[in-house]
């Protein structure tokens, strides 16, 4: 289940979730979307919150809507892949951002993040 954080846009999350979904495999490319109306019951939003975030994935290129049917995920690769990278990039920046207010420098960051690698590879 989706829980919202109350600081940001719901909407905005549930395209977020989509995206997720989408760049994890979950949902593949020129599968059907989950309806409006099902998806909007899942979470507990209202239709009209699922219709505006649908249309900004239509905008965005990762909806495609067919009339009568819904809306599939683009087959488009190469859209998925690019919009993939601006999240990964977009995570990375906060990351940094957060951590230079913290005092790190960019060897300690590379350190922090190396150790975490390490740790993380060992129980996986």
């Excluded at 290129?61 to 977009?90: C, F, N, S, W, Y």
Aim: net charge neutral; with cysteine; proline share 4%.
């Amino acid at each position: 289940m989706l829980e919202f954080d109350k600081n940001l846009p719901i909407y905005w999350q549930i395209c977020e979730y989509i995206k997720n979904l989408v760049f994890t495999g979950v949902i593949k490319p020129g599968d059907l979307a989950p309806s409006i109306r099902n998806l909007a019951v899942e979470i507990n939003v209202n239709p009209n919150t699922v219709q505006r975030s649908y249309l900004d994935l239509e905008r965005e290129g990762v909806l495609i809507p067919l009339r009568g049917v819904g809306a599939v995920v683009t087959t488009d690769l190469e859209r998925i892949k690019q919009l993939k990278h601006e999240k990964i990039r977009m995570t990375i920046e906060s990351l940094y951002a957060q951590l230079i207010k913290l005092g790190m420098n960019n060897d300690e960051i590379l350190d922090e993040i190396a150790n975490y690698l390490r740790e993380w590879g060992v129980k996986k």
